[in-house]
T-cell receptor, first 116, second 114 residues
């Protein structure tokens, strides 16, 4: 089975909608990440969870709300988004967070989000 | 400060040509890891290689090879005999111990034409 899966692959939503992105990893990892990739910026780290505890919030607006119920699942709840939030949202996992980079991050296929 | 530079925005080659993608990582860290990822049109970031800053030996894996020179802060990636399937965006991503995160370069878009 594919290591890191994400659903949905594509999502179109209005600014008043509420939606959620789902990520699941089948690699037995303990750290999970959300990244945002927009057209005009480098890949941006949004959130990090290590052993289900949030360890990083990279100044992300509160309209993005992450949830990590266990080490295998990660959600990104979306509400009242803006058109500039349209981007590719990528999930990744690694054995653990940090440890000076010795842990490789493996990425899912991403969710292409369009906010109208 | 940590800074990763991929100066080549786009490269276009004809199939079977060799191509080298450049990456420069400026840091005061003495120990770090360097990663290369490939992003095909499907969007998924595919892990290619991880190297430790202590290890400056070049590495070859099939048609891929990596040249890391700590003295010049460069970690370059060469594809030998390129193929159309190599067309993708390639990201150099050092891990910053100071920030405890991967720092992605802007990426180099490689187009391999038949």
């Amino acid at each position: 089975e594919t290591g890191v899966t994400q659903t949905p692959r594509h999502l179109v939503m209005g600014m008043t909608n509420k939606k959620s992105l789902k990520c699941e990893q089948h690699l037995g990892h303990n750290a999970m990440y959300w990244y945002k990739q927009s057209a005009k910026k480098p890949l941006e780290l949004m959130f990090v969870y290590n052993f289900k505890e949030q360890t990083e919030n990279n100044s992300v607006p509160s309209r993005f709300s992450p949830e990590c119920p266990n080490s295998s699942h990660l959600f990104l709840h979306l509400h009242t988004l803006q058109p500039e939030d349209s981007a590719l949202y990528l999930c990744a996992s690694s054995q653990e967070e940090g440890t000076r980079g010795g842990n490789t991050q493996y990425f899912g296929p991403g969710t292409r989000l369009t906010v109208l | 400060a940590q800074k990763v530079t991929q100066a080549q925005t786009e490269i276009s080659v004809v199939e079977k040509e060799d191509v080298t993608l450049d990456c420069v990582y400026e840091t005061r860290d003495t120990t770090y890891y360097l990663f290369w990822y490939k992003q095909p049109p499907s969007g998924e970031l595919v892990f290619l290689i991880r190297r430790n800053s202590f290890d400056e030996q070049n590495e070859i894996s099939g048609r891929y090879s990596w040249n890391f020179q700590k003295s010049t802060s460069s970690f370059n990636f060469t594809i030998t005999a390129s193929q159309v399937v190599d067309s993708a965006v390639y990201f150099c991503a050092p891990f910053s111990g100071g920030y405890n995160k991967l720092i992605f370069g802007a990426g180099t878009r490689l187009a391999v034409h038949p």
